[in-house]
């Protein structure tokens, strides 16, 4: 059954291109991304642009997925003229300077044996969940890191893109 479509949604269709890839980077820096999601427009309703998403996100090739993941602060520290991943990593702003100094630690450590920044859809987590599971992905090897970063890409791409037309809609 195929919702109504949401008036942002509506608009996210109609756009021309260019604008609808500039609001697309804003969600993911991934450009390969972008323009996969913009190649499956018009979307009927929202679980088609997300589905879209997920499609896009499984279908990035080790370049595109780095790529992706460059548009990403590491946690604890977002980009101040950022405010997407401010409010989401906003579970590190009340984090005491010994858990913020350790963060900071483990996600170089992350950084240098994977090769690219600690991604987690930090929404809703706590500072401690956040770095007890860059502990323990630590251990992972760089195929199953790479699946899991994937699946918490598509997973921050979800919330953004629902935010981008929900904003939308109130404009």
């Given at each position: 059954?195929?919702?109504?479509?949401?008036?942002?949604?509506?608009?996210?269709?109609?756009?021309?291109d260019d604008v609808a890839l500039a609001a697309?980077?804003?969600?993911?820096?991934?450009?390969?991304?972008?323009?996969?999601?913009?190649?499956?427009?018009?979307?009927?309703?929202?679980?088609?642009?997300?589905?879209?998403s997920d499609t896009a996100t499984r279908e990035?090739?080790?370049?595109?997925?780095?790529?992706?993941?460059?548009?990403?602060?590491?946690?604890?520290?977002?980009?101040?003229?950022?405010?997407?991943?401010?409010?989401?990593?906003?579970?590190?702003?009340?984090?005491?300077?010994?858990?913020?100094?350790?963060?900071?630690?483990?996600?170089?450590?992350?950084?240098?044996?994977?090769?690219?920044?600690?991604?987690?859809?930090?929404?809703?987590?706590?500072g401690e969940r956040m770095r007890d599971a860059?502990?323990?992905?630590?251990?992972?090897?760089?195929?199953?890191?790479?699946?899991?970063?994937?699946?918490?890409?598509?997973?921050?791409?979800?919330?953004?893109?629902?935010?981008?037309?929900?904003?939308?809609?109130?404009?």
């Amino acid at each position: 059954m195929t919702s109504t479509p949401r008036p942002g949604l509506t608009r996210f269709n109609t756009s021309p291109d260019d604008v609808a890839l500039a609001a697309l980077h804003e969600v993911c820096a991934g450009r390969a991304w972008g323009a996969k999601v913009l190649a499956r427009r018009p979307f009927p309703d929202l679980n088609a642009l997300l589905a879209a998403s997920d499609t896009a996100t499984r279908e990035l090739d080790g370049a595109e997925l780095a790529e992706a993941l460059a548009g990403h602060p590491p946690i604890g520290r977002p980009k101040p003229e950022d405010p997407a991943s401010a409010r989401e990593q906003r579970g590190m702003a009340g984090a005491s300077q010994e858990l913020k100094a350790e963060m900071l630690e483990l996600n170089l450590a992350y950084q240098e044996r994977f090769g690219h920044v600690f991604l987690i859809c930090a929404t809703g987590a706590t500072g401690e969940r956040m770095r007890d599971a860059l502990k323990s992905r630590m251990g992972h090897t760089p195929e199953r890191e790479r699946a899991i970063v994937r699946t918490e890409l598509g997973k921050i791409n979800r919330i953004r893109l629902t935010r981008l037309v929900a904003e939308d809609d109130d404009s």
